[in-house]
């Protein structure tokens, strides 16, 4: 069922609301469980490095400069524009802005439209966002990950696990929703009691493979 514009301005003040409050409301910045969350996800990205990156719901960008560390390019997008102030002053801080596009996107209907002869993304992350999305919503995601993604990339998923008051959707029925799409193959699923990361491609083959020694 499709959210009503209502609902979607509700999210969106939530979200705006949050971040004028407090410009970590996660804790992103403190907590060593998300730095050990975003050093494992790191870590599990199947090539070193990548040409052109998607990363919507970015936040406060702290991932995305790390993103930012592993990619030609980076495009990180999200529903707050009070969370892309903070991102745009974290990229410049790092030193990492200028190979870092900022975008106000609302999944999904904001999702980057990749024209005839444009580069496609080698990697999407999704961290801590497709839970916010109603079922109707998330299937528009996964078509649209699939659709942009270019031959061998990734898309990748990270999301806390225990129910909470704003989720729509579990995580198990997220990752659920990308492990049953046609032509994406799972190349690592981690599973910790507090979240789940995994990582699809249209590549079945292992990193190994890829290298050419297995
Ligand atoms: C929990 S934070 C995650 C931030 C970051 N990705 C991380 O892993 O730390 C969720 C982010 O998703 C954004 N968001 C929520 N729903 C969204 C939507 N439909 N479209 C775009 N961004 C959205 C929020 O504004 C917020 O910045």
């Known amino acids: 069922m499709k959210p ?9 003040s939530y979200f705006e609301q ?3 409050d407090d410009s970590d409301p996660w804790l992103v910045r403190q907590r060593w469980y998300e730095e050990r969350k975003r050093a494992i ?3 599990s990205l199947p090539q070193r490095r990548f040409r052109h990156a998607y990363e919507p719901g970015c936040g406060n960008g702290e991932l995305t400069v790390e993103l930012a560390r592993r990619c030609n390019h980076v495009l990180a997008a999200d529903l707050s524009a009070q969370a892309l102030r903070l991102a745009r002053q974290r990229l410049l801080d790092a ?3 200028d190979h870092v596009s900022l975008a106000q996107h609302r999944l999904p209907q904001d999702w980057p439209r990749i024209l005839p002869g444009e580069d ?3 990697l999407i992350v999704l ?3 497709a839970y916010y999305l109603s079922p109707e919503e998330l299937g528009r995601v996964v078509e ?3 659709a942009s993604l ?3 990339g990734s898309i990748v998923l990270c999301h806390w696990r225990a129910p909470f008051a704003q989720r729509i959707v579990s995580t198990v029925r997220v990752h659920a929703a990308f492990q049953d799409a046609p032509g994406l193959h799972r190349v690592l699923r981690h599973e910790e009691t507090d979240f789940l990361l995994g990582i699809w491609s249209n590549d079945a083959r292992s990193v190994a493979q890829r290298e050419g020694f297995a």
């Not at 009503?4 to 969106?12: F, M, N």
């Open 41 to 43: 996800l790191l870590a």
């Open 144 to 146: 649209h990950s699939i």
């Open 95 to 97: 030193g990492c802005g």
């Open 127 to 129: 961290s801590e966002i």
């Open 150 to 152: 270019a031959p061998g």
């Open 4 to 12: 009503s514009a209502d609902k979607d301005d509700q999210r969106a």
């Open 120 to 122: 496609k993304f080698d």
């Open 18 to 20: 949050l971040y004028r």
